[in-house]
């Protein structure tokens, strides 16, 4: 059988694309093919859980614009098909000179994107958060928390009732295109199609390479280290508690982010990673690391960001200096608060030159279409992002 399209991947974006594909061909035969035994179990389940407003990005551009979307599609999403969510908000709390000048700029941004946000002092901060010290706070109602697993399995359900075919616990091993036809072979089984997408997140290059196309870029992984305060302490904030972020560096700060089970957790930082998909502390894969070692383009990026690399490399290995980002806004914090949690690791794809994507990166063919990049929040505009990407794929001829 010679399906329409084959779907590699089975987090959010692979399975938002395939479910964007069906509705944009009703009646299509589209097969999905994931590696492991169930659905999100890399980025898509091992993030912060939040759905962002999209404050932070530059105004007019792609990833406002789909985050902006997202937020909304996302929660209308879940209320459709009964997914756990909450719009608690955001603080965004300064706790120095320079980060109020840039609350300013802020301001500036969420006015530009359209996104509903206030700026507070710091009376009006202690009021509503009292466990929180700051100079001053932009709050933005928009922003919640959800089970992204949760929406996962409810793309899947949709994918399926639209005719669609998951079959999950197949590991692509080759990929071969030749006259029209795309054959995806997951050693004792295969499927032919007419179109292939690949969204593989942290085995993307790798994908890509798998099918004979050229790349200029190597995914590198970086570990988002979390920390769980104990349950007692899990009334110690009513929103979402974020530090104002360096606009020369790519991660967004060490949070409080209230999770959709109750808990609050702290982090992330963000490390370099000696593993892809190994999620344990000193976790190492030698081909993973190898990968990176030998790639000239992540030398050139360390050589650029080597102090803040220093610090969050400290910060890893002692947990003193994790707890004293923490502390700089939430004073009581100690260091028994900060008790073990499920790191998460960033696909972060690495250019030949040293820098880091920080927009969408496509590789293609006659009839491939391989999202080798997709810029976070991903997760929050993964539903924008399927429709994009799978009208991208439809135009191809």
């Not at 789909?66 to 999403?77: E, I, M, Q």
């Not at 072979?185 to 179109?195: K, M, N, T």
Request: net charge neutral.
């Amino acid at each position: 059988m010679i399906h329409d399209f084959c779907v590699i991947g089975g987090g959010i974006v692979g399975l938002a694309s395939a479910m964007k594909l069906l509705e944009m061909r009703p009646g299509a035969s589209l097969v999905l093919v994931e590696k492991e035994d169930g659905l999100g179990r890399h980025q898509t389940g091992h993030n912060s859980g939040v759905i962002h407003s999209g404050i932070y990005y530059q105004p007019g551009s792609l990833k406002a614009d789909l985050c902006r979307r997202g937020a909304a599609a996302t929660v209308d999403f879940a209320r459709e098909h009964g997914v756990r969510f909450e719009l608690c908000g955001k603080h965004i709390v300064a706790t120095s000179d320079l980060e109020l000048t840039r609350l300013d700029a802020l301001m500036e941004r969420a006015a530009r994107n359209g996104i509903a946000a206030e700026r507070i002092d710091a009376a009006e901060l202690v009021k509503r958060e009292p466990a929180i010290t700051g100079l001053g706070a932009i709050f933005t109602p928009s922003t919640g928390i959800i089970d992204y697993r949760g929406i996962c399995e409810a793309m899947a359900d949709a994918i399926r009732k639209a005719g669609g075919e998951i079959v999950t616990g197949a590991e692509v091993v080759s990929i071969s295109e030749a006259a029209g036809v795309v054959t995806v072979s997951a050693r004792e089984r295969s499927w032919s199609a007419q179109r292939l997408l690949a969204c593989a997140g942290l085995q993307s290059d790798r994908i890509a390479r798998l099918a004979g196309l050229p790349i200029n870029h190597r995914i590198v992984p970086f570990r988002g280290e979390y920390f769980q305060l104990p349950s007692g302490r899990n009334d110690i904030v009513s929103s979402l508690i974020y530090p104002v972020p360096d606009p020369d560096l790519p991660f967004l700060g060490i949070h409080l982010t209230r999770m959709i089970d109750g808990s609050v957790t702290v982090g992330p930082n963000a490390v370099l990673g000696f593993a892809r998909e190994k999620y344990q502390r000193f976790g190492f894969d030698p081909r993973d690391t190898t990968d990176w070692v030998a790639f000239p383009g992540l030398w050139r990026t360390l050589a650029r960001h080597w102090r803040s690399a220093a610090v969050e490399m400290r910060n890893s290995l002692w947990h003193g200096g994790y707890l004293a980002e923490c502390r700089k806004y939430c004073p009581s914090l100690t260091i028994a608060d900060l008790q073990p949690y499920p790191a998460g690791i960033r696909a972060q794809a690495v250019m030949a030159d040293g820098a880091l994507a920080h927009d969408f990166l496509f590789v293609e063919s006659d009839r491939q279409l391989h999202v080798c990049n997709a810029p976070s929040p991903a997760a929050t505009s993964a539903i924008p992002i399927g429709e994009m990407v799978a009208e991208k794929l439809l135009k191809r001829p």
